[in-house]
């Protein structure tokens, strides 16, 4: 945690000085998100839930049309699961703080699109089945979720944006998940659980 903390502060000091000059604002909206496995698993009948993500963000111009951008956000992932003749209907859900560094490029003047590797801090895992919630940081025991964005925004006017942006996680949110055969043995493969999400955001460029 405190390595993620130092490069976090470390990257957010070396846009800080550039804000004065350059684009920073605030940034928040829904995320829409769930989990997927690369075997046979529960998870595979995961349906999308929705969540919140909001935060801060800074840009440098490299050019006239080409841009880099540093966020810090809070971001709610997880997903829904039904209910089944073993288990009630429920959600899981991770909250993270997130840490995207993107490069963008001016399409035209209302149009930005960007991409770039996003880090993510697990800060709580908790699960709700009908009434109780628990805490499942045990299970969900990845504390770095890292994978890449791509998006776009849109400009209402000189301050105001909207963007659309969607999120392909490539670490596992388990660790060293392993897989079982029919009879509950282990077939020595391991299972890989990775976020997908869709974010639709607003924002506001104060400089």
């Known amino acids: 945690m405190n390595r993620v903390l130092i490069v976090i502060g470390f990257v957010v000091a070396s846009f800080g000085s550039l804000c004065a000059q350059y684009n920073y604002g605030f940034k928040a909206g829904l995320n829409y998100t769930k989990n997927v496995v690369n075997q046979q698993s529960t998870i595979n009948d995961s349906k999308y839930k929705a969540g ?18 540093v966020e810090l956000l809070y971001s709610s992932k997880g997903y829904r699961f039904v209910e ?21 490029y001016q ?4 149009i930005r699109v960007s ?20 805490d499942v940081s045990d299970k969900w025991n990845n504390n ?27 670490s596992s949110v388990v660790k060293n998940a392993s897989v079982s055969d029919s009879n509950g043995n ?8 990775q976020n997908r999400s869709l974010q639709l955001s607003i924002g506001y460029i104060l400089n």
């Open 84 to 104: 089944t003749a073993l288990s009630e209907s429920g959600n899981l859900t991770l909250n993270y703080l997130s840490l995207p560094l993107l490069i963008g």
């Open 52 to 69: 919140i993500h909001f935060g801060f963000f800074a840009s440098a111009n490299v050019t006239q049309k080409v841009d880099l951008q």
């Open 186 to 193: 282990s077939t020595g493969e391991r299972a890989r659980f």
């Open 144 to 170: 770095l979720d890292i994978g890449i964005a791509a998006g776009l925004n849109y400009m209402l006017n000189e301050n105001i944006f909207t963007g659309i942006r969607y999120i392909h996680g490539f």
């Open 115 to 134: 991409i770039g590797p996003e880090i993510g801090y697990l800060i709580s895992a908790t699960s709700k089945f009908g009434p109780d919630k628990i």
């Open 107 to 110: 399409a035209s003047k209302e």
